[in-house]
Every structure is written in C-alpha cells, then in structure tokens.
C-alpha cells in the first residue's frame, strides 16, 4: 500500500499533457496516471495502434487522450504534435520528453555509425525538439511543467552504452540550460532518473551480457507505475525545488516525497 502523495492533486485537473513515447513502459503508465487525475493527454508515438488502443482504454476509465503518430527524432513531427495538442485542447500544460531507446548496445569500435546517430536522435536531439517546439507557447500561456527522462547513464560511462550514456548527457545539459533560461518565466523543467525499470528495455539490456546492468536480477527493477507516480508528482508545484535537476527515484527521501515508501 503506498503512502500518502504530497502533493495537491486537483492542481492538475483540466491540465494537458503530452506524453511521448506513450505506446508502452514509462509512457503509457504515465500517461495512465495522468489521466486518472483528470489530465488530458496526447499520446505520442511511431505507431499509431498501440496508443489508439491506450486512448480507448483511458476512455473507458473516465479520462480524456487522443494519439498523435509522431517521430521525436523529426523536428517537424514534433511541432506538429504541439501543435494538434493546442488545436483540440487549447493548451499545452505538461510535455513528457519519455521516448527513449538503448539499442543498439555494442562497444564503440563495433558500432553501426547510423544506428548509433538514430538512437542519440531520439535520446538527444528529440529532447531539444520538445523543449524547442513547447517551450513559446507554455511562455504565451505563463508556464508549464516539462519532465525529461533521464538516467544515471548520464553521469557514469558504461560499456556498451556509448550513445546512450552520452545522449543522456546532453539531456541533462539540455534540462540544466532550459531550466537557467526559463525557470524565471514559470517553466517547471526537471529530469527525472527513475533507475532501472521493468520494461521491454531490460530484456536488450539482459541479451546483450555487456556491463553490470545486464547482470541484475530482474527483481531489482522497479514497475513502471513508480516511475509514472514519480512524473504525476513533478507536473505539480510540491516538485518546484527540484527544477533543473535530476530527481533520483533511487533515493528514498524522493520515493517518500512521491508516497512510495513510508
């Protein structure tokens, strides 16, 4: 049984989100405990069926989402993806920079040169094309809440991981700037380091047998849902201190901050 969440929840009623990545992991339970709180939310993703069929079962529970195809490596998907979320909602409140991918994990010298720039793409420069393409209109309407997934990849250099780690890097960079730019004008912007999770991420990561992550008992990885519960409470003003940085979900001050733990 969780402990209790320190935070206001009706501050998110009517807000809108949009949730990249949102087909499965961390973005389609995020996505889920957004809208439980009454968020409306804009489902991200490459394909289309998955998060229709996410958007139904919102649906069903009460909750309000639509599903937007949308390629975060691509500037333009992105823009468009705002901008669809404004045309049906009016609004852009939260934007969850989630989608993410560690393949391909192979040493450095062994690396496939345009499956190494792909994934940093995604990991990278789709985190730019978020901030870059919702950050005018949260400053039009006078703040907004961004959360980017992050990693403790981001500080520690690990084998096999190259793109990853280093993309991961840039991301923090990327939060710490945002956040020196915009923290003043009311955008909320903070990462979030959740550790290792049970998603399909972790079966690569097993496969592979590079570095001590792929190593670890698959019971140390946390659900999901604790990584969803973390991104609820970070869009609301208890997370304010902690903008422009990494919130650690191994920490367990942070996990009692969120109600995980007692």
Request: glycine letters at 10%; a negative charge; one cysteine or more.
């Amino acid at each position: 049984m969780h402990a209790k969440l320190q935070m206001n929840s009706e501050e998110l009623l009517g807000k809108v989100a949009i949730v990249t990545g949102a087909s499965k992991g961390i973005g389609a339970a995020a996505a889920i405990d957004l809208a439980a709180h009454g968020v409306r939310v804009v489902l991200a993703a490459r394909t289309i069926f998955k998060i229709e069929q996410l958007v139904d079962d919102i649906g069903n529970a009460g909750g309000e989402a639509m599903a937007v195809v949308c390629d975060v490596a691509n500037y333009e998907n992105v823009a468009t993806l705002v901008e669809k979320a404004i045309a049906a909602f009016g609004r852009v409140d939260i934007l969850v920079n989630n989608a993410g991918m560690i393949d391909p994990i192979v040493s450095l010298a062994d690396s496939d040169p345009e499956r190494w720039v792909g994934a940093a793409d995604i990991n990278y420069k789709g985190v730019y094309f978020g901030l870059r393409a919702v950050i005018p209109h949260m400053l039009e309407q006078g703040g907004g809440v961004i959360v980017n997934l992050s990693s403790g990849a981001a500080t520690k250099a690990l084998a096999g991981w190259s793109h990853y780690c280093s993309s991961k890097a840039a991301a923090l960079s990327l939060t710490q700037c945002a956040h020196e730019e915009y923290g003043r004008h009311g955008v909320l912007i903070v990462g979030l380091s959740p550790g290792t999770v049970a998603t399909e991420m972790q079966i690569a990561i097993r496969q592979s047998g590079i570095n001590p992550v792929s190593q670890l008992d698959p019971s140390v990885h946390v659900p999901p849902e604790w990584v969803a519960r973390a991104i609820v409470w970070l869009c609301t003003t208890a997370a304010t201190e902690h903008a422009g940085t990494d919130f650690s979900l191994r920490d367990n001050d942070n996990r009692r901050k969120i109600g995980l733990i007692d």
